[in-house]
C-alpha cells in the first residue's frame, strides 16, 4: 500500500524542465502569436512592419560588418587623377562594401528592409512564397542596395537594373536549392497547435504532439481536456496525468475554462 501511494506521489510529480527548452518554446509561440496578428492586418501594415523589421536586423548586421571592417583602409584616388570608367566602378564598388558602421548599417538597412517588404506584398498578391516572387523582391533589394551604395559607375538607372538582376537570379538559384533539401526540414509551427507544442515542449512529451492533432485537439480545446480525450488519441497514462496537471495549474487556461 505505501509503495503504491509512493508510485502515485512520483507520478504526480513534474519532470525537470530544460531551461533552454523553455525558451526556445516561448519564443516559438511569440513568433506564433505575431505572425497571426501580421496576417489579420492590411496588405500596407504588413508591409511596413515587416520592412521596419527587416531594416533593422540589416542594420545590426552592416553595423557589425563595419566594425569588423573599420581597420581596413578604403582606397581613394589621388586629388586631380583621371580614372577610367572600369576604375572608377571597382573603387565605387570597393567603397561600398568597406565602409564604417554607419555606413554598412545604412546599406544594409536598405537592402533587407526592402526585400521583405516586397517579399510580404508579392506573397500577399500571389497568395504563395514562391521563386517568382522571391526573385522580385531580390531585384528590388538588389537595385536599392546599388541606388544607397553609390556601386557602379555613374550610370546609376543601368547599375541598379544589372544589380538587380544579379541579386535575382542568386536568391532564384538559392530558392531552387532549398526547395530540394525543404522534404527534410522541419516543419514551421501550427499556430493552432502553438500553445499546445508549447505547453508539451516544457513537460518533455513533443512526441504526443501528432497525437493531439490527429484527434483534433487544437489549442481552443486545452481547457475542455480530460483524461478519456487524451486516452482516445493513444497518450499512455503517465502522460496523461502530467498534461492534466499542468492544464489545471496553467492559470490562463483556468480562466477560459471558468
Same mark, same amino acid.
Given at each position: 500500500?505505501?509503495?503504491?501511494? =509512493? ?5 504526480? *510529480? ?42 533593422? =536586423? ?7 560588418? $563595419?566594425?569588423?571592417? $573599420? ?8 586629388? #586631380? ?10 573603387? =565605387?564598388? !570597393?567603397?561600398?562594401?568597406? #565602409? ?20 510580404? &506584398? ?14 522580385? !523582391? ?8 546599388? *541606388?544607397?551604395?553609390?556601386? #557602379?559607375?555613374?550610370? *546609376? ?21 532549398? +526547395? ?5 526540414? &522541419? ?19 513533443? =512526441?504526443? +504532439? ?11 480545446? *486545452? ?28 492559470? +490562463? ?6
Amino acid at each position: 500500500m505505501g509503495e503504491e501511494k =509512493q508510485g502515485a506521489m512520483v507520478v504526480g *510529480l513534474p519532470q525537470q524542465q530544460n531551461p533552454i527548452t523553455q525558451i526556445q518554446a516561448k519564443l516559438k509561440e511569440i513568433e506564433t502569436g505575431f505572425k497571426c496578428w501580421l496576417s489579420k492586418q492590411s496588405m500596407a501594415v504588413e508591409a511596413a512592419v515587416v520592412t521596419a523589421t527587416g531594416a533593422a =536586423q540589416g542594420a545590426a548586421i552592416g553595423a557589425l560588418m $563595419g566594425t569588423l571592417n $573599420g581597420s581596413t583602409p578604403v582606397p581613394t584616388p589621388p586629388p #586631380g587623377s583621371a580614372l577610367n570608367p572600369q576604375a572608377l566602378a571597382s573603387l =565605387q564598388q !570597393a567603397q561600398a562594401l568597406a #565602409g564604417g558602421p554607419l555606413v554598412q548599417a545604412r546599406n544594409f538597412a536598405v537592402m533587407t528592409g526592402v526585400n521583405a517588404g516586397l517579399s510580404s &506584398v508579392m506573397k500577399r498578391i500571389r497568395g504563395k512564397e514562391d521563386v517568382e516572387s522571391s526573385m522580385v !523582391a531580390a531585384f528590388g533589394s538588389g537595385a536599392a542596395f546599388s *541606388l544607397v551604395s553609390g556601386m #557602379g559607375g555613374p550610370n *546609376l538607372a543601368m547599375n541598379a537594373v544589372s544589380s538587380g538582376l544579379f541579386f535575382a537570379l542568386i536568391q532564384g538559384a538559392l530558392f531552387k536549392v532549398g +526547395e530540394k533539401f525543404s522534404k527534410n526540414a &522541419v516543419p514551421s509551427v501550427d499556430p493552432y497547435y502553438a500553445k499546445t507544442g508549447s505547453m508539451l515542449s516544457n513537460l518533455g512529451l513533443q =512526441q504526443y +504532439e501528432k497525437n493531439f492533432k490527429k484527434g483534433l485537439l487544437t489549442d481552443s480545446t *486545452l481547457p475542455l481536456l480530460t483524461d478519456s480525450a487524451l486516452k482516445d488519441v493513444n497518450i499512455p497514462p503517465g502522460p496523461r496525468l502530467l498534461i492534466l496537471d499542468h492544464v489545471q495549474r496553467d492559470p +490562463e487556461l483556468k480562466s477560459r475554462r471558468v
